[in-house]
């Protein structure tokens, strides 16, 4: 029972037709927005992201606002994206708090909290500074709900990306689950020998104690049987790995992306220059 | 076709003692070899000896030699070893890529990463699935399988790379009946119609009774006694080394012991029941 082929990268078809792989293989995404390439999705996040916080003054932040509002809709994404708006209310209060109080050399106060004042200056600092935050945010959020992981990691490897990089990606984001679901064995395993995790402040941070230790020696451990398995699987061969996935791409999408690529770098350099039309 | 481990002996990296010592042993192609032995004999550190991955991936110190055709596994590269010499471990969920979404592509992995044609692909993915009569979870996530299952899903994923050595670290150890013995067909299969030679470690001594063509006792990192099946499993001496002996071995035991028949009539007996 030899392999049929061996190792021998000039043998191997890593093209990508998908023949005879099963349906739920391919996975082909549907929608008007879910369906567009990951790659694609992927720069439109990453051209926001740059608008963001690149581009000076309200055009920026407010721009990628409404694309990021726009795409939500489309893509019916709307209900879960509040989650990530109410996740975001600790760190926009906080910006909003420090610059509105707190911004260096502003003397335009508006009005004064005991020994604060909020400035004119400040709030506007402030209110820019949460919106950048807010776009970036929620143009990450739109990416992540509507780009399966695997989707993503599919088309990285299918354009090329070394085998590592991928599986470092898809390693690191299937982690954080696994490591979620260890953190309740190990809690509920220490509840059983008698260790109360529950009530008070200071009860909770001894249980901290017995459960980083497991959890962090079980993760190096897991790292360690982790590679020894990858390479029984023939994780290191030289050959280029064969593609199994194609998710569908056209040339619409490619000049979409360097419209995107190429014209949020500029909108950023002409911001930096002062030449930016828009305030 | 042989893999051969001669005076082999093993000390993982900042260990003080060996975890094998000068183990002799030859595995041909079409032949079963079970290994038994009690918790902590070193069976584990020879699965990962034999495969080649010690010490060329888990670090320590090999002497002697262990040889796959007659070249040294440690002159041998972590895939051309994988494609030669198939290794299931203990832990089935530390052995699946955590990256596939189905089982098919979880079996998919190791092809995909020899750059095979995707028509290959498909085609061993297919007979693994097949082979291990697990062609309906093909569509399951792997992370949400059963013990059993994840179990079944490791070896498929093993035998996907089509090795022409098996090494199986308790390759039954969280199946049922049922499972162990789809498990024991299967391997069966392979031994009768592709020669895979394979080296089994198992606690279920009824599973090797049946399978294997030879068995090695080992305790503490050494070879205690290896011979025919029957033989070495029939041995008294193996319940001093903590091994259970297989039920056939234990029902004669009785009966004799009974002295309702003599181990000859008992030996008969057992005979025409399994028949």
């Known amino acids: ?279 | 076709m042989t893999l051969r481990l001669s005076a082999a002996t093993y000390r993982y990296a900042g260990a003080r003692h060996n975890a094998l010592d000068d183990i002799d042993l030859e595995l041909s192609a079409g032949s079963v070899l079970g290994v038994v032995g009690p918790n902590e004999a070193g069976k584990s550190t020879l699965c990962l000896v034999a495969s080649g991955l010690a010490p060329v991936v888990v670090a320590g110190q090999l002497s002697g030699s262990v040889t796959i055709d007659g070249r040294e596994t440690i002159a041998m590269r972590p895939h051309e070893l994988a494609q030669r010499c198939g290794i299931l471990f203990q832990d089935s969920q530390a052995q699946l890529s955590g990256t596939a979404s189905t089982v098919f592509e979880e079996l998919a992995f190791g092809p995909r990463n020899l750059g095979l044609p995707l028509r290959t692909v498909i085609e061993r993915v297919e007979a693994s699935l097949e082979a291990l009569g697990i062609t309906g979870l093909a569509d399951r996530d792997p992370t949400r399988l059963s013990g059993g299952q994840a179990q079944l899903v490791a070896l498929g994923a093993i035998l996907a790379l089509r090795p022409d050595f098996l090494i199986l670290d308790e390759p039954t150890s969280q199946l049922d009946p049922q499972g162990t013995r789809m498990v024991g067909e299967a391997l069966r299969l392979l031994v009768r119609e592709h020669r895979t030679a394979i080296l089994v470690v198992e606690h279920k001594t009824a599973l090797l009774d049946q399978l294997a063509d030879r068995v090695v006792l080992i305790d503490e990192g050494r070879l205690v006694s290896q011979g025919p099946t029957t033989e070495v499993l029939s041995d008294p001496a193996l319940a001093q080394h903590g091994v259970e002996p297989p039920p056939r071995v234990r029902v004669r035991s009785a009966l004799a012991a009974a002295g309702l028949v003599t181990p000859r009539e008992a030996d008969l007996l057992l005979a025409e029941l399994a028949r």
Do not use: C
Not at chain 1, 97 to 110: E, H, I, M, Q, S
Not at chain 1, 164 to 177: C, D, E, M, N, Q
Not at chain 1, 212 to 228: C, I, K, N
Not at chain 1, 230 to 238: I, K
């Open chain 1, 1 to 279: 029972m030899r392999s049929d082929h061996g190792s021998d990268p000039s043998v191997a078809d890593p093209g990508g037709a998908a023949g005879g792989v099963p349906a739920y293989v391919l996975r082909v995404p549907t929608g008007a927005y879910r369906s567009l390439n990951p790659f694609t999705k992927f720069v439109i996040a990453l051209s926001s992201a740059i608008v963001a916080f690149g581009v000076r003054g309200w055009t920026g932040p407010l721009s990628v606002l409404a694309l990021t509002a726009a795409i939500a809709v489309v893509a019916g994404v709307t209900r879960s994206l509040r989650r990530f708006v109410l996740a975001s209310i600790p760190l926009v209060a906080s910006i909003l708090l420090v610059n509105a109080f707190l911004y260096p050399g502003a003397t335009d106060v508006l009005f004064t909290v005991g020994p604060f004042a909020a400035t004119g200056t400040g709030v506007t600092v402030a209110l820019q500074a949460t919106l950048r935050v807010v776009a970036f945010a929620l143009s990450v959020a739109v990416f992540s709900l509507t780009t399966a992981t695997d989707d993503f990691l599919a088309d990285l490897e299918h354009r090329g990306t070394g085998r590592r990089l991928t599986f470092v990606v898809g390693s690191a984001i299937g982690t954080i689950p696994a490591m979620a679901s260890r953190a309740v064995e190990i809690v509920e395993a220490q509840r059983a020998r008698g260790l109360d995790t529950e009530g008070s402040i200071g009860r909770r941070i001894r249980g901290i104690v017995p459960l980083a230790g497991p959890m962090v020696f079980g993760a190096l451990s897991e790292v360690e049987e982790r590679t020894v398995a990858l390479e029984a699987r023939a994780f290191s061969a030289p050959a280029r790995r064969t593609v199994m996935r194609v998710l569908p791409d056209d040339g619409p999408q490619r000049a979409l992306r360097w419209f995107l690529g190429l014209g949020s770098i500029v909108a950023v350099a002409a911001s930096i220059a002062g030449r930016f039309p828009l305030p």
